[in-house]
């Protein structure tokens, strides 16, 4: 009988703790196309830098992120995964009016877009110079990018399940032990890890480097034409679009009242929005308010507001150009502001611009089992 020399034993067993059962070759396959990537400079023009994080993502939380966004199996039945709703081919929203979750249930609001949620950085509140995250959700209602992600998971009309479930089935797939070992150093599956995984993958999913920004950041006047020039001079000027969509992201992450869905018969909305997650307390808002989505990305996401019930961005531009819908609540911002067709038809062109790069995606063919 032969014995290995006792100085072996101690390197054969690390060995079996770093992978955990899973055979090299298997975890190649897995890793083929989800490997290990540096953390992504924010791109030009996003204003957007994730090492001024207070916790930057890591390589590995990234990895194991990106592979649980894609896993249906977080879904109680299987069926839907983060990125069933948030498709990588929308900018991570979809082109359907509200949400659709497990069994065909049908939510009350658009998919919002996850590009850009890692911070705000510009026009910092009060005394602070770190950036801002969140509030998230059309309503406000998470308060951290965790959070966000991981609602979803147990919302009955949504993926369906709930956290120990979700424990419970990652769990019994040994092929993530490695992953969380990596991520977190150890294999335990918790809920926050997920939701820390998720989240740092998320704020990875950056927009910048648009034809606007190469001419308003890079200095390449012939980025743009002059059709988008002038009408990101109406956006800043005349239509006062900044004044909620203010750059470099282009949302002032505020809530604000447009009148969508309002009923003038019952003076009621049919989503009260904000006011809903506040009402009763110091900071309640006014019904219907809604947070300002960014407007990177933003021709990829029709159809637009919190219920997509407008089509097109031309739509948008003309509903702002009517000064909303008349309610006791209207924002103080939303005005009839005598836009002509030719300048609407300047700032659908700008907003086009701002469709730039840095967060595409795909889902990965392989995942660990």
């Known amino acids: 009988m032969r014995f290995?020399?006792?100085?072996?034993?101690?390197?054969?067993?690390?060995?079996?703790?770093?992978?955990?059962?899973?055979?090299?070759?298997?975890?190649?396959?897995?890793?083929?196309?989800?490997?290990?990537r540096a953390i992504p400079a924010g791109p030009l023009g996003s204003g957007l830098d994730l090492w001024r994080l207070p916790v930057p993502p890591t390589p590995e939380r990234v990895r194991l992120g990106r592979w649980l966004f894609f896993d249906a199996r977080l879904s109680r039945d299987g069926t839907l995964s983060c990125a069933s709703c948030h498709q990588p081919g929308r900018a991570f929203s979809s082109d359907a009016a509200v949400a659709t979750g497990v069994d065909g249930q049908r939510g009350m609001r658009k998919i919002p877009t996850i590009v850009n949620l890692a911070a705000i950085p510009e026009r910092p509140r009060n005394f602070e110079t770190e950036p801002r995250g969140g509030p998230f959700f059309w309503d406000g209602r998470a308060t951290s990018l965790e959070r966000q992600a991981l609602e979803p998971i147990a919302n009955p009309i949504e993926m369906g399940s709930s956290h120990a479930q979700m424990e419970q089935t990652l769990s019994r797939i040994d092929g993530y032990r490695p992953y969380f070992a990596q991520a977190f150093g150890d294999t335990r599956i918790t809920k926050?890890?997920?939701?820390?995984?998720?989240?740092?993958?998320?704020?990875?999913?950056?927009?910048?480097?648009?034809p606007f920004d190469r001419w308003r950041t890079g200095r390449d006047d012939r980025a743009v034409s002059a059709e988008v020039k002038r009408g990101f001079a109406l956006f800043t000027g005349k239509a006062q679009c900044a004044r909620c969509h203010p750059g470099p992201l282009f949302t002032d992450a505020g809530f604000h009242n447009l009148g969508v869905g309002w009923n003038a018969a019952t003076r009621t909305f049919s989503d009260e929005g904000r006011h809903a997650v506040t009402r009763g307390s110091v900071r309640q808002a006014d019904p219907g308010t809604f947070k300002t989505p960014t407007l990177?990305?933003?021709?990829?996401?029709?159809?637009?507001?919190?219920?997509?019930?407008i089509a097109t961005l031309r739509d948008i531009v003309e509903f702002y150009n009517r000064g909303g819908i008349p309610n006791p609540d209207l924002d103080n911002n939303i005005a009839p502001r005598g836009l002509s067709g030719d300048e609407i038809d300047a700032i659908v062109a700008f907003l086009k611009s701002l469709d730039g790069e840095g967060w595409q995606d795909v889902a990965p063919s392989h995942f660990p089992r």
């Open 192 to 210: 926050d890890r997920v939701a820390r995984a998720l989240a740092d993958y998320e704020r990875t999913r950056m927009s910048g480097n648009s």
């Open 296 to 309: 990177r990305e933003v021709s990829r996401r029709a159809p637009y507001m919190h219920d997509g019930s």
């Open 4 to 36: 290995l020399p006792l100085l072996l034993v101690p390197v054969l067993l690390s060995c079996q703790r770093e992978t955990y059962g899973v055979p090299p070759d298997v975890r190649q396959l897995w890793e083929s196309d989800n490997p290990l």
